[in-house]
């Protein structure tokens, strides 16, 4: 349960940075995963293409 949080908390710094500086949500993102959460390279891309892919996909339909 904590690393839900953490997780939540990951998404809103995320969200926040790009919004401000005008870059993509995953360059804050895989590296957190990575790093912080020890995802390996592969897990991190593919979970935020997992969660990212959804809501774009179903605007551009």
Same mark, same amino acid.
């Given at each position: 349960m ?8 990951? =998404?809103?710094?995320? =969200?926040?940075?790009? !919004?401000? &500086? ?6 804050? &993102? &895989? ?6 959460? !020890?995802?390996?390279? &592969? ?13 774009? !996909?179903?605007?551009?339909?």
């Open positions: 904590p690393n839900f949080v953490l997780y939540i908390f990951l =998404g809103l710094a995320a =969200g926040i940075l790009s !919004g401000l &500086i005008g870059i993509g949500g995953g360059m804050v &993102i &895989i590296p957190a995963l990575f790093f912080l959460f !020890g995802f390996t390279q &592969i897990q991190a891309q593919g979970t935020t293409l997992a969660l990212m892919v959804p809501p774009i !996909g179903l605007l551009a339909a």
